[in-house]
């Protein structure tokens, strides 16, 4: 038998661990593919938490060399944040019905909508 043989022989069978790895590979393609917008969220959701982590971290780690628990600091910066959030949607709130009014009793929604 000559070499060029050998080696077309030993290039054309493939093992079954090699088809496996191939078949293992295109599932997880084609279930990232289908689940994108899943594990997108997911990424963000973890993404947002590690923030909120990192900048939560100085505060609690300057309140625990007085002496303050770190759940009791992370209480009260999400109790904070919420009622900072309350308070920009209390103001605004009012703002976007008065605007949301105007432009209902102007019809500029009736000709936006016409137009498209």
Known sequence: ?????????RILTIELRTWLALLGLGIALMLISSQAALLLE???????SMMLSLSIRPLAHALAKRRVPRAVTVTGVFIAAGLVLALVGGLLVPTIRTEISRLSRSNFLVMMHQRT
Do not use: D, E, P, Y
């Open 42 to 48: 997911i990424f963000w959701v973890l993404f947002g």
């Open 1 to 9: 038998m000559s070499r060029s043989m050998a080696t077309q022989r």
